[in-house]
């Protein structure tokens, strides 16, 4: 039992990781929203900087005292993007591997400075039984969800 956690475990980190690169080290909280159901793998993510809550394409708006900005183009928050759904591709294969049940929905927090991580994950569909509903709709709204409840 041990090494699925553990293949989980480095999965997850994996996630927070490629986000923290994204931001060079420089937040206070990394927020991953990982999604897999049905067919489809979403992906999201955002950040406590400086008290304030912000998107990727927004980084340069919480940075202060930076002499250049980041680098948030589309490409580059593809990539992260990218690498973030590979993992959740690769905790689905892991979960068929170990007969787990797959979450459809994983919420990673990781706190920088405490080092404390937390996941909150989800078995029931979310949004593939919705008319309307996508998993860009519900990345965003639990954005808004942490960002009106921290304020």
């Known amino acids: 039992m041990k090494e699925f956690e553990d293949r989980f475990s480095e999965l997850q980190s994996d996630m927070i990781s490629i986000c923290l690169e994204y931001v060079e080290n420089k937040a206070d909280k990394v927020y991953v929203y990982g999604s897999s159901e049905e067919r489809i793998i979403s992906a999201n993510f955002f950040y406590l900087i400086n008290n ?42 892991l979960c068929k591997e170990y007969r787990r049940d797959m979450p459809t929905e994983m919420k990673l927090i990781y706190d920088v400075k405490s080092g404390k991580f937390s996941a909150e994950y989800n078995y029931n569909l979310v949004y593939t039984h919705d008319d309307i509903k996508t998993a860009d709709h519900i990345a965003d709204e639990w954005f808004e969800e942490i960002k009106s409840n921290n304020l």
């Open 52 to 93: 304030m809550y912000v998107e990727p394409h927004k980084l340069n708006e919480a940075v202060t005292n930076e002499t250049e900005g980041h680098d948030v183009s589309p490409k580059r928050q593809s990539m992260v993007l990218s690498i973030i759904c590979e993992d959740i591709q690769k905790v689905k294969l």
